[in-house]
Structures are given as C-alpha cells and as structure tokens.
T-cell receptor, first 116, second 111 residues
Framework: AQKVTQAQTEISVVEKEDVTLDCVYETRDTTYYLFWYKQPPSGELVFLIRRNSFDEQNEISGRYSWNFQKSTSSFNFTITASQVVDSAVYFCALSAGSSNTGKLIFGQGTTLQVKP | NAGVTQTPKFRVLKTGQSMTLLCAQDMNHEYMYWYRQDPGMGLRLIHYSVGEGTTAKGEVPDGYNVSRLKKQNFLLGLESAAPSQTSVYFC??????????FGEGSRLTVL
C-alpha cells in the first residue's frame, strides 16, 4: 500500500520564523518520486519540487529547503524566515508503482498561516 | 500559454441532475487525471488516462465516468449528482516522470 501522511493539520507562525512541514510516506517500491505542492488562498496548485528515490541530496531554493531521508521515509519541507505570502496549504505527494501511471497520492495537507 | 483549462469553473446542481466537466490541455501530454479535493482529505484520484482512448479507475471512482476521445481532452461526467459529490475538482496532465500540471479547479455544489 502507498500512503502519505502529513501529521500537522495547521501551523501558525509569526513572520520571519522558520517553519518545517513534515511528510512521511509509505511504499514498497524502490523507484518512486516525491513532490511538494503549494495551494495559496486563490486555490491553484503550484508545483514546488520533485525528488526521485535515488537522490537523497537535500535541496535549497531561496528560502525553501527540503530534507529527504529514506531511512525514516520522510521528505520534510522547511521555510526559512517565513513571510505572509507563504500562507497556504502545502501538500506532499508520492508517485510510485511499477505500472508507471504517474498518478500522485497526496497527503491531507498542512495549512500554514504566517502572521505579520 | 493556456496549460490546463477546466470548464466550467463553478456549477450548482440539484440532486439527480447530470453534468460534464471538461479538461483541455495544450501541452501534448499523454497522461491526464481527475482529482477531487475535500476539506481535510487532500486530493483524491477519481479517474485517470494514460493515453487517448484509455481510462482507468482511481481511488474514488464511484458515481463518475470519464472519456478521453481526443488526446487533449479529458471529460468527467456525473450521471446522477449526489450531495456527496459537492467538491472542488482538479484536472491535471503530465508527461512522465514529470510533475503534474493542474488546472484552476472547478467548484461543484450539489443541493
């Protein structure tokens, strides 16, 4: 079975604080892809990052960074010096399976509120 | 520069009515998907297609039908709408193993 768990339903921080969004995944496949999407209040889904199972290097993009650890089946997302514009729902997703259909399994999402 | 376009954006139905959501993509993607988003449940896959003329069931297919007669279009049909189908529907397309490109969503209310 494949599953993505985002245990944090809602997080509230004050602007400039660092915040980490947790993502734990389950799959028996050795080849898989992990994703993060952002859904701002306007409702669209914005792609943030894709990581394949063979690449455990952490990635940094501006204030965003991702920590992929296969040993704990986690793919956590950190926002450094948060800003009000970071307020959104963030989804972690998994794509796996030998049939290679590309379908994503999403976590429940974490609502991040950044207060000024 | 359209990407993935969904129509309509909003619709209100009465229980038992039927309707079709249209998804069109202009990126020549082979793969297309229909998801629904409900509060606290993330996005759940309804149906998907791996190419023109093909469709397959996702996680929550009951009450929905789909068709992919043309590569660029993926239609989602509700034959007899129920209040439980009140949701926001997202269409997406991709070319593996890339990320999914999503439409803006269609908000459906069934009274």
């Amino acid at each position: 079975a494949q599953k993505v768990t985002q245990a944090q339903t809602e997080i509230s921080v004050v602007e400039k604080e660092d915040v980490t969004l947790d993502c734990v995944y389950e799959t028996r496949d050795t080849t898989y892809y992990l994703f993060w999407y952002k859904q701002p209040p306007s409702g669209e889904l914005v792609f943030l990052i894709r990581r394949n199972s063979f690449d455990e290097q952490n990635e940094i993009s501006g204030r965003y960074s991702w920590n992929f650890q296969k040993s704990t089946s986690s793919f956590n997302f950190t926002i450094t010096a948060s800003q009000v514009v970071d307020s959104a729902v963030y989804f972690c997703a998994l794509s796996a399976g030998s049939s290679n259909t590309g379908k994503l399994i999403f976590g429940q999402g974490t609502t991040l509120q950044v207060k000024p | 520069n359209a990407g993935v376009t969904q129509t309509p954006k909003f619709r209100v139905l009465k229980t038992g009515q039927s309707m079709t959501l249209l998804c069109a993509q202009d990126m020549n993607h082979e793969y297309m998907y229909w998801y629904r988003q409900d509060p606290g449940m993330g996005l759940r896959l309804i149906h998907y297609s791996v190419g023109e003329g093909t469709t397959a069931k996702g996680e929550v297919p009951d009450g929905y039908n789909v068709s992919r007669l043309k590569k660029q279009n993926f239609l989602l049909g509700l034959e007899s709408a129920a209040p439980s189908q009140t949701s926001v529907y997202f269409c997406a397309s991709s070319t593996l193993p890339r990320e999914l490109f999503f439409g803006e969503g269609s908000r459906l209310t069934v009274l």
